[in-house]
């Protein structure tokens, strides 16, 4: 049974930062794609960064791009997103996502594997 179970969320000033967690199981770590999505209240899950497999390429949403640093540790199956600078903007729950070949990574719906989310609130 997959299990990603993300941690690391909390409140926080603007300017903070904070360092979120997804430890996954079930699955091959080292062959998923992996990915950070967030979704505020009232709106649609959106993506915020995704880190392939081998090479460890990146990519981010223009959002968070020079902010957010997303990596993970195939021996410790765990991801990370590293979240600089925060703005109110950021507040929402965040997501880890697992693939193996997302057609479209910036796409929910390309997700088949989901944690349980963390909140993430950035307020003064």
């Known amino acids: 049974q997959v299990q990603l179970v993300e941690s690391g969320g909390g409140l926080v000033q603007p300017g903070a930062s904070l360092r979120l967690s997804c430890a996954a199981s079930?699955?091959?770590?080292?062959?998923?794609?992996m990915g950070w999505f967030r979704q505020a209240p009232g709106k649609e899950r959106e993506f915020v960064s995704a880190i392939s497999r081998g090479t460890g390429s990146t990519t981010y949403a223009d959002s968070v791009k020079g902010r957010f640093t997303i990596s993970r540790d195939n021996a410790k199956n765990t991801v990370y997103l590293q979240m600089n600078s925060l703005k109110a903007e950021d507040t929402a729950v965040y997501y880890c996502?697992?693939?193996?070949?997302?057609?479209?990574?910036?796409?929910?719906?390309?997700?088949?594997?989901w944690g349980q989310g963390t909140q993430v609130t950035v307020s003064s």
């Open positions: 079930g699955r091959t770590f080292s062959n998923d794609i």
């Open positions: 996502s697992a693939e193996s070949f997302p057609y479209n990574l910036r796409r929910p719906g390309s997700w088949n594997y």
